[in-house]
């Protein structure tokens, strides 16, 4: 099967940083080990040296990804490869993605990756994402999700919560996915995997480090989280590492969103707060991962899948999370919290009962075993076959 894989990168200047691309390095080759012929087409290469590789331009805003495709780049493409499918990890480029393949006289497969949803829900209500709303944009950007949706032969999201979402949204839309739709989550990286009953838990005489490795959006929930963190810090048992995973970004998009830098300063002058960067070097990150006792989950509202959260527990860090989305289907229910004193509480815990942290970083770890890049690589090519 020859899969070319059309990936678009957010983050060009710090690639540890953009989850689409981690996907992409880590299932590639696992996919080349299972048979496949991978070509990926992105701004940066991804995948090791047997996968094929086509340089792309980099879209500059979040908006271009999703509405500036060059359908001829495209037939280029389609016609130099020869795909037996074609992967579009941009849901909103499937319905240039199938005009190309129309002009290019191709009958690949065209199969859709949801990474990210444009939208959530609150119980029965659909909620626009507002950090694509930007002049009224969110619902264009959903309305070119669903023509996504409608052009792909099969679609592909995280969780069983994304599905679940992702068919609500198609049905308000009246796009039928009917038996198009599954769910494929994302690979761990297996050099962030680490045994907790081979390596005891890190316990330092100033307190429990807790992990906040997400990205600081405020629609990530960023300004919940400082709220959280001035409470943590203040109970004295847990100390906070907070990771900076942008660094400096373009201007194109602090323009667009200058949250991140202003979460990030707010959190540096608490007390007790450290605010680090991985420099985009994977050892350094597992590192920081390894220091800490505990992780914190994100209060991104429309969160359908967390890497970070994965990275954490297959650490054996226990993580603490907001009952929300995705969060509430795949944590563990004792440490999932309603309000900002349950957490404290949950945090205080972990950091002194070695018997409680023990059990839950047993837990975390084998929560995990099943993203391993071999096991996911089987079930993707099963969804496009």
Wanted: charged share 25%.
């Amino acid at each position: 099967m020859r899969v070319l894989y059309l990936l678009n990168i957010s983050n060009p200047d710090r690639l540890s940083a953009d989850s689409g691309w981690i996907f992409a390095d880590l299932l590639a080759p696992a996919l080349i080990d299972a048979g496949a012929e991978v070509t990926v087409a992105a701004p940066a290469a991804a995948g090791d040296g047997r996968c094929g590789y086509r340089q792309t331009k980099v879209p500059g805003t979040k908006y271009r990804a999703r509405f500036s495709t060059d359908i001829d780049e495209l037939v280029a493409l389609i016609r130099a490869e020869r795909p037996d499918v074609v992967v579009a990890n941009q849901i909103e480029e499937a319905p240039a993605i199938r005009t190309a393949l129309l002009e290019a006289a191709s009958d690949a497969l065209l199969a859709g990756y949801c990474h990210y949803l444009p939208f959530s829900f609150t119980e029965d209500r659909l909620l626009l994402d507002s950090s694509l709303d930007d002049m009224g944009l969110g619902r264009p950007v959903l309305l070119a999700f669903a023509a996504g949706l409608a052009a792909c032969d099969r679609v592909m999201v995280h969780s069983p919560t994304a599905a679940s979402w992702v068919s609500a949204a198609a049905a308000q839309m009246t796009v039928k996915l009917d038996d198009r739709l599954r769910i494929v989550p994302a690979p761990r990286d297996e050099r962030l995997v680490r045994d907790p009953a081979v390596t005891p838990p890190v316990s330092g005489s100033e307190g429990a480090i807790g992990i906040y490795n997400h990205r600081l959006y405020a629609h990530y929930g960023t300004g919940r989280f400082v709220d959280l963190a001035r409470d943590l810090v203040a109970s004295g048992a847990v100390r906070l590492r907070v990771m900076d995973l942008f660094g400096q970004r373009r201007v194109e998009r602090t323009s667009l969103d200058g949250s991140p830098e202003r979460m990030r300063d707010q959190l540096a002058a608490l007390p007790h707060v450290q605010v680090v960067s991985d420099r985009g070097d994977r050892v350094r990150y597992r590192n920081l991962l390894a220091g800490a006792r505990l992780g914190i989950a994100p209060f991104r509202p429309g969160c359908p899948w967390s890497m970070s959260v994965i990275d954490c527990q297959g650490m054996g860090l226990p993580v603490i999370s907001p009952r929300l989305g995705w969060l509430a289907e795949h944590i563990d229910p004792e440490l999932c919290f309603g309000t900002s004193d349950e957490a404290v509480a949950l945090a205080e815990r972990l950091a002194t009962d070695d018997e409680f942290h023990a059990v839950h970083a047993k837990r975390a770890h084998a929560s995990t075993t099943e993203f391993a890049p071999d096991r996911i690589a089987a079930r993707y090519l099963e969804a496009v076959s």
